[in-house]
């Protein structure tokens, strides 16, 4: 038990006489600055002592703070070199989540890019020839083997996609879409806009709900230089509606001696019915009914890094590759050696579901994920116990956020009920959640936190923040 002068020492305040020179720290904390080196150190010791004496000349600087000082600076110090992208539970129910990075890379995926990463490569460079050598080359052949295109290319996303190839095929012309596919894709992403900054003048046919064939063939002219088709991937309109597909527009468009290009955005590759899942249209469907140019996604239902993949025929791709915007738009080397590795999957079909993360989260089934629930029950409620009751729920997993916003996968979860009721106190908690080690994402609906497990296969990493979730919340 403490005496009362210590007592009284240890509850005294300090004053800025009292805290340590810069230098005096340092050395104090010598380790710490060789494990990081005197420039992050001393911006953070100063940074902390500027703090504290501001506090001790306002008088509210307790003396036995200043014994923390060297534990203190480690904190800071740790805290100043943790990244800002972390990696966080995906618990929203939403599988392809556009804010929380798309698509899960592969093991496959990330050994390659790990491999790439730390040595130098051939990305362009011709190991045959021993001269200088172009990235597509090595993936373009991968590319056409499994959508059976004349040619490929590929983009640092499928936006850019898009606009290289309306840029490349209709920059100075007339571009002929239908009324009812001027999308809007997130962040304000409307194909109006896109037309305008590729430099193509949009022509609309139809209406918002119905287009024909000879809406088509009546806008083609001497200006025409492309027609462009876009699946609404992220709505759908329904009722009395007609739409022509890229079978029909096909020889409209060569009679027209115009090429025809499709946005798939999503960019499924194999027909994802065969597992229960909404069908997606196919690069392969496009190419064979005669579209000169498919484009699509490489994060979303592919499963791979974020890309744009453009395939067609050798024409329209030769056309897009010379294309002077195509060298500001190129993948990058790590995302490149990811959609190599991803691609090469698809080269055995029948594993894609063990092998390919986006397709296994999509095809697990309820019963599964509402075994891991109970299992988890009693562990989630007595770290949030007494604040909070937990219970199992079904729930509907929602495929993507930009990809099939619409469609419904059954799931299972544990939905967070406050005691007292209140919307402030879930909102708290999703907070606390997110100030986790590894950040637990999950979604407030209807007076309930929910937490979707569909996406959570390492119950562990959710498990081992529990006593730290508990005592957040005591």
Same mark, same amino acid.
């Given at each position: 038990m403490a005496t009362p002068d210590e007592s009284v020492v240890h509850g005294s305040k300090a004053s800025p006489k009292d805290l340590p020179a810069l230098d005096?720290?340092?050395?104090?904390?010598?380790?710490?600055?060789?494990?990081?080196?005197?420039?992050?150190?001393?911006?953070?010791?100063?940074?902390? @002592? /500027?703090?504290?004496?501001?506090?001790?000349?306002?008088?509210? #600087?307790?003396?036995?703070?200043? *014994? @923390?000082?060297?534990?203190?600076?480690?904190?800071?110090?740790?805290?100043?070199?943790?990244?800002?992208?972390?990696?966080? #539970?995906?618990l929203t129910g939403t599988v392809i989540h556009t804010n929380l990075g798309r698509a899960l890379l592969a093991d496959a995926a990330l050994a390659q890019v790990l491999a790439l990463t730390g040595a130098p490569n051939n990305l362009e460079f011709d190991l045959d020839s021993g001269g200088r050598g172009d990235r597509d080359d090595l993936i373009e052949s991968l590319l056409c083997e499994l959508t059976g295109a004349e040619a490929a290319t590929v983009v640092n996303n499928n936006a850019a996609a898009v606009l290289l190839g309306i840029a490349a095929l209709a920059r100075g012309k007339e571009a002929i879409v239908s009324r009812g596919e001027l999308v809007e894709i997130g962040g304000a992403f409307r194909m109006p806009d896109v037309m305008a900054a590729a430099g193509a003048t949009l022509v609309e046919v139809g209406t918002t709900n119905r287009t024909h064939p000879r809406d088509y063939e009546g806008a083609i002219n001497p200006r025409t230089g492309l027609i462009v088709k876009v699946h609404t991937s992220n709505y759908a309109v329904q009722g009395f509606t007609a739409a022509v597909?890229?079978?029909?527009?096909?020889?409209?468009?060569?009679?027209?001696?115009?090429?025809?290009?499709? /946005?798939?955005?999503?960019?499924?590759?194999?027909?994802?019915?065969?597992?229960? !899942?909404?069908?997606?249209? #196919?690069?392969?469907?496009?190419?064979?009914?005669?579209?000169?140019?498919?484009?699509?996604?490489?994060?979303? #239902?592919?499963?791979?890094?974020?890309?744009?993949?453009?395939?067609?025929?050798?024409?329209? +791709?030769?056309? +897009? $590759?010379?294309?002077?915007?195509?060298?500001?738009?190129?993948?990058?080397?790590?995302?490149?050696?990811?959609?190599?590795?991803?691609?090469? !999957?698809?080269?055995?079909?029948?594993? @894609?579901?063990? /092998?390919?993360?986006?397709?296994?989260?999509?095809? $697990?089934?309820?019963?599964? +994920?509402?075994?891991?629930?109970?299992?988890? @029950?009693?562990?989630? *409620?007595?770290?949030?116990?007494?604040?909070?009751?937990?219970?199992?729920?079904?729930?509907?997993s929602q495929i993507g956020s930009g990809s099939l916003p619409v469609e419904r996968l059954p799931s299972a979860g544990l939905a967070l009920t406050p005691a007292d009721g209140r919307g402030r106190s879930l909102d708290a908690l999703a907070t606390t959640l997110r100030e986790l080690p590894r950040p637990v994402i999950g979604r407030i609906h209807e007076g309930r936190l929910l937490l979707d497990l569909r996406c959570l296969e390492e119950p562990a990493l959710l498990t081992s923040q529990l006593m730290t979730l508990k005592e957040a919340l005591a």
């Open positions: 005096k720290l340092l050395r104090e904390c010598a380790p710490l600055v060789a494990e990081h080196g005197h420039t992050l150190v001393a911006r953070e010791a100063r940074a902390l @002592l /500027d703090g504290l004496r501001a506090r001790a000349v306002a008088g509210e #600087l307790p003396r036995a703070e200043l *014994a @923390l000082l060297p534990q203190s600076l480690a904190t800071r110090v740790s805290q100043r070199m943790q990244p800002n992208m972390r990696a966080v #539970l995906n597909d890229e079978a029909t527009l096909a020889p409209i468009a060569r009679a027209g001696g115009v090429p025809l290009m499709t /946005d798939l955005g999503s960019g499924a590759l194999v027909d994802l019915a065969k597992w229960g !899942l909404p069908a997606e249209p #196919l690069p392969q469907a496009m190419l064979a009914a005669g579209c000169d140019v498919v484009t699509f996604s490489g994060d979303k #239902l592919l499963g791979g890094p974020q890309a744009g993949l453009i395939v067609g025929s050798k024409a329209a +791709i030769g056309r +897009i $590759r010379k294309f002077p915007m195509k060298r500001a738009l190129r993948l990058s080397k790590l995302p490149f050696a990811a959609l190599e590795a991803t691609l090469r !999957l698809y080269q055995r079909p029948e594993r @894609l579901v063990q /092998d390919l993360p986006t397709l296994r989260l999509l095809t $697990r089934p309820q019963s599964q +994920i509402a075994t891991l629930a109970q299992q988890l @029950l009693p562990e989630v *409620a007595a770290a949030v116990a007494p604040r909070f009751s937990v219970a199992v729920v079904a729930l509907q």
